[in-house]
């Protein structure tokens, strides 16, 4: 372990991020009775075939199975259901609220406000799945906290309170004061906040797990260790894997940042990663700054920092420096400089867990789009359907997803396939070499700017430059 390392008081367990399942997927596995994977034997017909057990691919399964309980549906995952992003993630199902200047720049007003109240309606949809099926995934509605940390992030806090306003969506998103805030969160670096209704926490492996075994109850097919090497989309659709095939006359690719790989898709994303530090149980230290109450709570950074607590009284952490990569390889769960740096994000916000040690750590990729939004639809010749681009916010949206590709995957015209992200004109990011090599470099001048802003000093311009270049080439990425 690097003396960095030991300095930020992390215990001394071995944390190599991704060595090891997230902390949430081995509390969700340990629960399990039987969770060795199945992989596909031989070659089989259904009517869906979906590649991707995440949240994507198994909403989509479940909403497929809700209107239509005798269809015959196959999920196809490499690894086990939950063992990538929807098994790690921050676990906050989250608005769009914070969203309206990109999604009224791309869809118009109407538009935004009607994409923010399905959304809405998924954050809850998530709970009433947790309580019909009895999946305990610490399902809990207390909303979601944005905490100014910088002057420069004042600004940008009061502009997306005046623009929840001036859509006329006043109680759903609006300021705090600083008293406000430390009633809710204390913390010294804080400024001034925003409270955004639309948020709930969950244990994220929990849920996905829960999804699986309700889908496996309800005979839909799940074949987990078995990787989609090739799909043709026929029709019908060919998903050859090492060990079998599955034809069907329809296809869903749900593989999230692994979508750099899939020629139809790879232009659509920049693969950037995050990771999360775990601190040990510490509900007093919680009880002291007032945070008991659930919340979710972000900071303003572009490079943004997001921390909730759990059920036992931790405070998980997320952010970090993360690289930029045209492949999903290690560096996306094993790169100790970004556990070093979400760790001193945790040391530097909250202070008064100075003695309270860092347990556990682990990373994944995520899929940045050129709106930092996501895109569901399908691609040609029309019988592959996807959903991409939640850019680090997939926890809800990834149930709107699934709601929305089961609609069009049945051809059904519906209040789901009329939002506005479905099927819009693809946003292309630049062809290789320049799209990982420019992302590469963003995302460091993002972070130099976004720390220096943080510690008060000057912005180093020629950083400040190159982070804002993703808006001036038209992405509605960054400063
Ligand atoms: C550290 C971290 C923190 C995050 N925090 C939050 C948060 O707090 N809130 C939020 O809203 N979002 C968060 N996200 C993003 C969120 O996790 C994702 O947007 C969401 O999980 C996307 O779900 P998905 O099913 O599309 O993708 P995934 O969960 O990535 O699922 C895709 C699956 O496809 C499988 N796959 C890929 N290729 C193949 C293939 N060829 N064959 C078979 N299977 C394949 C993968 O193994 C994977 O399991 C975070 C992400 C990370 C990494």
Redesign the pocket.
């Known amino acids: 372990m690097s003396s960095t390392v030991t300095a930020l008081n992390l215990a001394g367990k071995a944390l190599t991020p991704g060595a090891q399942r997230s902390w949430w997927l081995r509390e969700a596995l340990a629960a399990e009775k039987d969770v060795e994977p199945r992989p596909l034997k031989g070659d089989i017909n259904a009517d869906v075939v979906v590649?991707?057990?995440?949240?994507?691919?198994l909403w989509t399964a479940y909403h497929m199975m809700l209107a239509k309980p005798d269809l015959k549906v196959v999920v196809?995952?490499?690894?086990i259901c939950g063992?990538?992003?929807?098994g790690?993630?921050?676990?906050?199902?989250?608005g769009w609220w914070d969203e309206l200047d990109g999604l009224i720049a791309l869809y118009g007003q109407d538009q935004a406000v009607r994409a923010c109240r399905a959304l809405g309606d998924s954050i809850n949809a998530i709970g009433e799945f947790c309580s019909t099926h009895g999946v305990d995934a610490w399902y809990k509605h207390a909303g979601y906290i944005y905490a100014a940390t910088a002057p420069q992030h004042d600004a940008v806090c009061a502009e997306i309170v005046h623009l929840a306003r001036e859509v006329g969506a006043a109680d759903e998103l609006r300021a705090l004061t600083a008293e406000e805030l430390k009633a809710r969160c204390a913390s010294p670096a804080f400024r001034s906040g925003a409270f955004m209704r639309d948020g709930a926490q969950v244990q994220?492996a929990l849920l996905a797990r829960g999804l699986r075994r309700v889908l496996l109850e309800r005979g839909v097919t799940i074949h987990e260790g078995?990787?989609?090497?090739r799909l043709d989309p026929g029709p019908p659709a060919l998903a050859v894997t090492p060990g079998g095939s599955v034809r069907a006359p329809k296809a869903v690719l749900?593989?999230?940042?692994?979508a750099v790989g899939w020629p139809q898709l790879r232009r659509r994303l920049v693969a950037w990663?995050?990771?999360?530090v775990l601190t040990a149980p510490a509900p007093e230290k919680l009880a002291a700054i007032n945070w008991t109450g659930g919340e979710l709570v972000t900071d303003f950074r572009t490079s943004v920092r997001?921390f909730r607590t759990t059920r036992d009284g931790r405070i998980a952490f997320?952010g970090g420096g993360g690289r930029a990569s045209s492949r999903i390889d290690d560096s996306f769960t094993r790169d100790q400089r970004a556990v070093a740096e979400a760790a001193d994000g945790f040391r530097r916000l909250f202070p008064s867990f100075a003695e309270v040690p860092l347990e556990d750590a682990?990373?994944?990729?995520?899929?940045v789009s050129p709106t930092h939004l996501p895109t569901f639809g399908s691609l040609a010749p029309g019988n592959v359907y996807y959903?991409l681009g939640?850019t680090?916010?997939?926890?809800?949206?990834?149930h709107l997803a699934g709601k929305v590709i089961a609609d069009l995957v049945r051809g059904d015209d519906t209040d789901a396939t009329r939002l506005p992200m479905v099927n819009p004109k693809p946003r292309m990011f630049p062809p290789q070499p320049f799209r990982s090599i420019g992302a590469a470099v963003i995302r460091r001048a993002i972070i130099a700017k976004d720390t220096a802003e943080e510690r008060g000093v000057r912005p180093n311009p020629v950083m400040s430059a190159i982070a804002r270049m993703p808006r001036r080439m038209g992405y509605l990425l960054g400063p």
Do not use: K
């Open positions: 590649i991707g057990g995440g949240f994507t691919g196809l995952e490499q690894d063992g990538g992003p929807s790690r993630n921050g676990g906050f199902a989250s994220p078995t990787e989609v090497t749900a593989v999230n940042a692994w990663s995050s990771y999360i997001y997320g682990w990373g994944g990729p995520i899929d959903a939640y680090g916010n997939g926890v809800a949206p990834s």
